[in-house]
């Protein structure tokens, strides 16, 4: 195998394609990066490790022999990252089994492992599902993920549903104390109606490689896996499912409200600012919670936090619309309402909430937009 190719491309599908490599040792052809090298297709490099498999394709490169390596992928990126700007020659030591990288008058040498103990990875025949514009996932990704549970004794909740139906996509997250969910209405129909959960990991690497522009992502199955490609480019996410049936969510999202109160959600959002400076006060459990108490008034929202150890933070935001009933008390985790307002902070002038109870779940949203919520559960009061 010997090409060429420039150091900036390299590093950038490098990067992409690394992050699926396993970390550990047991099993040392899964911590490598396939290298396969093609006067027709180009380069392609494939990571996984048996969770998340990652391959990439680039036609900037210029090959002078076909050939396919296997070596340590971590150690490739990083060393790929360093070096100089201009092009490199990668070519392969077949008499010592070593990957040798050339730029200017330096070389580096790299051990190989064999390519034929790599695990294929099953692109070839898929099963598409649906389309929609990259910009509108990754939005969708960034919304509702952070709702998920790091921990759950029932593993969907540390991962994404996917709703799809023929014409609408839901995505949603949530770990039991609130529920974020973006509503995606479907220019193409899907192929067929489907509930699946990705890993938290998988949404994850699937964020940081989604451009903010209209070219579509594709999503796919093969051998019971869900996979987000990109045909033309040769992209690949391909990830192994939650398993377990995830519930209905629907019931949660609350329908009656007993106070809606809408507000400025820059001052909304400064106070919590504020307010997630006070510590928490270490319960029975050990856990330290921050929270904040909104009392509910008329023309304006009084909001305190409160720690034994530090003080205490008084608050008044100003020109409120309230309907419904004035002089509720609520709690809520101080994180968990400041995730919802910082990010609607840059997209949304007014902020909307909706209460069911002291103790019920509260509605969040953007009066203006009916396609993205927030479901938050109040914190019992002490």
């Known amino acids: 195998m010997k090409f060429s190719i420039a150091q900036p491309e390299l590093a950038r599908i490098t990067s992409v394609v690394q992050r699926a490599a396993s970390t550990r040792d047991t099993v040392p052809v899964l911590s ?5 090298a093609s006067q027709q297709n180009g380069l392609t490099l494939s990571a996984t490790d048996l969770e998340i498999a990652i391959q990439a394709n680039t036609p900037a490169v210029s090959v002078e022999d076909d050939g396919t390596v296997l070596t ?9 990252r360093f070096l100089p700007e201009n092009d490199l020659v990668l070519s392969t030591d077949e008499t010592r089994s070593r990957l040798v990288i050339t730029y200017g008058r330096s070389e580096s040498h790299l051990n190989l492992y064999n390519p034929e103990e790599y695990p294929d990875l099953p692109v070839n025949n898929l099963q598409h599902l649906l389309s929609l514009p990259q910009i509108v996932l990754k939005e969708a990704l960034r919304k509702t993920a952070f709702a998920a549970a790091a921990n759950h004794f029932r593993q969907v909740f540390t991962g994404v549903l996917f709703d799809i139906e023929s014409d609408r996509l839901r995505v949603v997250a949530s770990d039991t104390h609130r529920l974020a969910l973006m509503n995606i209405a479907l220019d193409t129909p899907a192929s067929q109606p489907q509930q699946f959960v990705v890993p938290a990991r998988t949404v994850n690497e699937l964020t940081r490689v989604l451009d903010d522009s209209t070219e579509p992502i594709s999503i796919g199955f093969t051998n019971h896996s869900v996979v987000f490609y990109r045909t033309e480019s040769g992209f690949y996410i391909i990830s192994r499912l939650l398993e377990g049936q995830y519930p209905n969510y629907l019931p949660v999202i609350p329908q009656n409200f007993v106070a809606s109160l809408t507000l400025d959600t820059r001052s909304l959002a400064n106070s919590l600012e504020r307010a997630i400076l006070m510590p928490g006060d270490k319960q029975a459990t050990k ?10 008034k008329e023309h304006e929202l009084n909001l305190s936090s409160y720690s034994e150890k530090m003080g205490e933070l008084n608050e008044v935001i100003e020109n409120t619309v309230l309907e419904g009933e004035s002089g509720l008390q609520v709690a809520f985790n101080t994180r968990y309402f400041l995730d919802i307002v910082r990010i609607l902070q840059n997209e949304a002038s007014q902020l909307s909430l909706h209460f069911t109870g002291s103790c019920s779940p509260a509605l969040i949203k953007d009066p203006q937009n009916d396609n993205y919520l927030y479901v938050l559960v109040p914190l019992l009061a002490t």
Request: glycine share 4%.
């Open 32 to 36: 490598g990066l396939l290298i396969q």
């Open 287 to 296: 856990q330290s919670i921050r929270n904040v108490v909104l009392d509910i």
């Open 72 to 80: 340590n992928a971590r150690y490739f990126s990083e060393l790929v």
